[in-house]
């Protein structure tokens, strides 16, 4: 049960030309596994992960295969991929503010998920199973009474995370889950991402500009640079025993000593040209 990308490129219409924002991207995202994407923001990682349920902008095209469990989610057509959303994707975006619309309730937003994907059939059991999940976030029942603006960054961003686990998927997508949370609402979320993803057997795809901080969550990493993978292995292996020069210059501003480090997997490391 995997999550594969095999040759995938993006390329941006803009009216200076075509601009590639990736370049023949490969890799596999696991089900119980936690696979981070690294890299400087602008080098493409993002554009990888709205390829996948195909969430890209008009002005975006993509090309090569995103296989999720054997099947080519680039051949489906716009009725059968919104029935892999959520139900078999799901999306946690950059920045929580943009998982909810400012006018709504969080109740209500889990209520139209719910009941839009069939997950349950009635009000009064979305509001239980929203309850059930912001409870499971560490949030009590009364947050889903309220609006976006009256959460703070870090109940927020629980909240967006509750949401896109309600449709119980089999897949993870998670974009820059802890920007502008403090150091310790980021461990504490990437901690309920990392938990959560590993109980519920699912797999998570992680975009990520913080290398450490994926070192420490996550088993598999992926270096992007300039649209292109250059680095991919186990975080043990990468940590330890980098090969690529950028993946040797991220580690050495963030760890002086790489032996330091408390990498959570090993296997072998492939360096890319």
């Known amino acids: 049960m995997t999550l594969e990308l095999r040759g995938l490129n993006v390329t941006y219409l803009t009216p200076q030309g075509e601009v590639p924002a990736v370049r023949g991207c490969d890799l596999t995202v696991k089900r119980g596994e936690l696979t981070a994407l690294v890299g400087e923001s602008g080098c493409g990682k993002t554009s990888v992960l709205m390829a996948v349920p195909r969430l890209l902008p008009v002005s975006a095209r993509a090309e090569g295969e995103i296989l999720c469990d054997g099947t080519d989610l680039m051949r489906l057509n716009e009725p059968d991929l919104n029935r892999w959303r959520w139900r078999r994707l799901a999306l ?3 920045g929580s503010s943009s998982a909810f ?6 109740e209500t937003h889990f209520r139209e998920a719910l009941l839009r994907h069939r997950v349950v059939r009635t009000g009064q059991a979305a509001r239980a199973r929203t309850h059930e999940l912001l409870e499971d976030m560490g949030l009590t029942s009364s947050f889903a009474r309220r609006y976006p603006h009256e959460l703070s ?12 686990l309600a449709c119980d998927p ?3 997508l998670a974009d820059e ?14 901690t309920l991402i990392a938990d959560r993803t590993r109980s519920r057997g699912l797999g998570l795809l992680l975009v990520t500009h913080d290398l450490l901080l994926a070192s420490e969550f996550c088993d598999t990493l992926h270096v992007m640079k300039d649209g292109r993978i250059v680095e991919s292995g186990s975080v043990d292996c990468i940590c330890r025993t980098p090969e690529h020069p950028y993946t040797q210059l991220l580690l ?6 790489p032996e330091a480090a408390e990498p959570n997997a090993r296997s072998e490391v492939t360096a890319h040209d």
């Open 153 to 164: 960054g870090g109940q927020k961003q629980r909240a967006a995370l509750a949401l896109a």
């Open 170 to 172: 089999d897949y993870l």
């Open 92 to 94: 946690v975006p950059q």
């Open 252 to 257: 050495a501003a963030l760890v002086p000593d």
């Open 101 to 106: 619309s400012p006018h709504l309730s969080i």
């Open 177 to 190: 889950p802890t920007t502008a949370l403090d150091v310790v609402i980021q461990k504490e979320v990437m």
